[in-house]
């Protein structure tokens, strides 16, 4: 479904520069944008914050969809708990494809469980938002908190949000 759509759209679009598809080696740095969504030179989901501090739309979704679903757990703004790690700086060593398996299909170890969210949209329409604002907030490329101001809602998102949530 939709989680195949996405993983498939990004490995067509990532066989270009298969060299740098390597965990921790990835930079941040947008080089292309496709109607407000942005991508960097391996042509995975980044963010883009203006000198004003403007955050693209999907790291600003991600930031909603993060303290909606994953904040319970993993602390405010990704930066961990006594339960769980900080995805602020996980998301700065794991790459997209692993990112996105581990929220599909979950994990355990120990005593202590990472939920599978695979069959729950709420979050897998949205997995490419988390990514981009807890790898913004990591990074340091922004602050702590609700972004104060964010681009608009792409055309393009609203057409895959209504396809996605079905
Ligand atoms: C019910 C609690 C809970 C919720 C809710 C939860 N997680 Fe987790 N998650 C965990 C725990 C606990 C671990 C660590 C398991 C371990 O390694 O001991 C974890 C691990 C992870 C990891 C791996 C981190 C690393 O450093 O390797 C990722 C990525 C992750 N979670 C993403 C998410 C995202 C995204 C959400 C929200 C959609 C979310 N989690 C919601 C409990 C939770």
Not at 8 to 24: N, Y
Not at 61 to 68: E, K, L, N, Q, V
Not at 96 to 113: L, T
Not at 126 to 147: C, K, N, T
Request: proline share 5%; hydrophobic share 40%; glycine share 10%.
């Amino acid at each position: 479904m939709t989680l195949a759509k996405i993983a498939g759209l990004a490995a067509c679009l990532a066989v270009g520069a298969p060299a740098l598809a390597t965990a921790g080696a990835t930079p941040h740095e947008a080089v292309t944008e496709e109607d407000g969504k942005f991508f960097n030179a391996e042509e995975m989901p980044t963010f883009m914050v203006l000198e004003d501090g403007t955050v693209d739309w999907y790291t600003f979704s991600g930031f909603r969809r993060y303290h909606a679903e994953c904040h319970v757990c993993h602390g405010p703004d990704g930066q961990g708990s006594s339960y769980a790690p900080g995805l602020a700086s996980s998301v700065m060593r794991l790459d997209y494809f692993e990112f996105v398996g581990i929220v599909a299909s979950g994990y355990e170890k120990g005593n202590s469980v990472m939920p599978a969210f695979g069959t729950n949209r709420n979050v897998m329409c949205y997995v490419d938002d988390l990514y981009v604002y807890l790898r913004a907030v990591g990074s340091g490329a922004i602050p702590r908190g609700r972004p104060a101001n964010r681009m608009d809602k792409p055309e393009s998102a609203i057409a895959f949000e209504n396809d996605c949530m079905g």
